[in-house]
């Protein structure tokens, strides 16, 4: 799979698989006890675009926001 050149080229690529393979697991996480916890592209849609939602609710300015979270999900 070639890298894209531009970021708006990876949302593009995140939408399809959301369209077109929504349950499909899109992320894995392994824990140091080696639990596993997975997302699949519709739960990775919904998680993103919830957080993308508060966000613009919470600020009226266009500045960039860094997010830092703890490990897991």
């Known amino acids: 799979m070639q890298l894209p050149k531009h970021p708006s ?3 593009q690529r995140f939408f399809h698989s959301v369209a ?3 349950d499909k697991i899109a992320f894995i996480f392994i824990h140091d006890s080696g639990k596993t916890d997975q997302l699949t592209y519709q739960d990775l849609y919904l998680k993103s ?3 993308a939602s508060s966000l613009s609710q919470q600020s009226s300015n266009s500045k960039a926001k ?3 979270y703890s490990a897991g999900f």
Do not use: R
Request: aromatic residues 8%; charged residues 10%; proline residues 8%.
């Open 49 to 51: 675009s919830f957080l």
């Open 20 to 22: 077109v393979h929504p």
């Open 66 to 68: 860094l997010l830092i």
């Open 9 to 11: 080229e990876l949302v």
